[in-house]
């Protein structure tokens, strides 16, 4: 998560809280349909999941990999009594020692694992983190319609004094590299910043063979935090709702 070390500083500009909180909607649903009442975001990023849920009247915890990330989340989630802890998804229990009933994996964090022996790994750890019955919803940006076109530029987000492309790359068939150019308005010129990252290509066919390899009992696949069906035709996003 090296990346994470200076990007972070511009990682909000990129998916600013306003976009994370219309996904309100989706999680109220979620809480109402599952009972939920304790959830970790274990890749929590700056914090404004947990942010959400907190307000919704969700006991929450988080953890993150990259210290960078945790210290925006505490600034973000300062006043809330929120623990959150410096962890690899991969070994959520050595920092956990309780379960909950929801366990998020938010904005494409699932895809920096970069083989199926490391997602499997990563939702293994999940899964012992949940209770009996509990369920992880898995959020992932890099899908297949993404690996089906192979667009080499994405305007990603376009402000009025800011914007972020990504300029991208196929080496292989299963990873994508992300060159993520963020040009920034000044008084009287521009200024930029540009960081690479190389992801794992998910598709649906992918996680089905990575959940089967694991002891979730049932998988639900959407398109979107509408729960609209998941066509990987068009799938940019990819919604996974997985019970224990």
């Not at 307000?55 to 945790?70: K, R, T």
């Not at 895809?111 to 990563?122: F, G, L, P, R, S």
């Not at 019955?133 to 305007?155: F, H, T, W």
Request: hydrophobic residues 35%.
């Amino acid at each position: 998560m090296d990346e994470y070390k200076r990007f972070a500083r511009n990682y909000e500009g990129l998916n600013p809280k306003e976009e994370i909180f219309k996904q309100e909607p989706f999680f109220r649903e979620i809480i109402k349909r599952y009972s939920i009442k304790k959830c970790l975001d274990c890749a929590c990023g700056p914090g404004w999941h947990l942010f959400m849920l907190d307000n919704l009247g969700i006991e929450c915890a988080g953890s993150d990999l990259s210290e960078e990330m945790l210290s925006l989340a505490k600034k973000n989630l300062k006043g809330k009594n929120i623990p959150l802890k410096i962890q690899d998804f991969q070994k959520l229990s050595d920092s956990w020692q309780e379960t909950f009933d929801l366990v998020i994996c938010m904005s494409t964090s699932i895809n920096h694992m970069q083989t199926d022996e490391d997602v499997i790994k990563a939702l293994d750890s999940m899964y012992q983190q949940l209770d009996e019955g509990g369920i992880l919803i898995i959020d992932n940006g890099v899908a297949d319609a993404l690996i089906n076109e192979r667009p080499k530029l994405i305007p990603a987000r376009i402000h009025k004094d800011q914007a972020y492309y990504f300029f991208l790359q196929y080496p292989d068939e299963d990873h994508i590299i992300f060159n993520i150019l963020d040009v920034r308005k000044t008084r009287d010129s521009f200024e930029h910043d540009f960081e690479t990252m190389t992801l794992k290509a998910i598709t649906k066919e992918n996680l089905e063979h990575c959940f089967a390899q694991t002891n979730f009992k049932r998988i639900h696949y959407y398109g979107d935090h509408d729960f609209s069906t998941y066509s990987a035709a068009t799938g940019n996003r990819l919604i996974v709702v997985a019970e224990k």
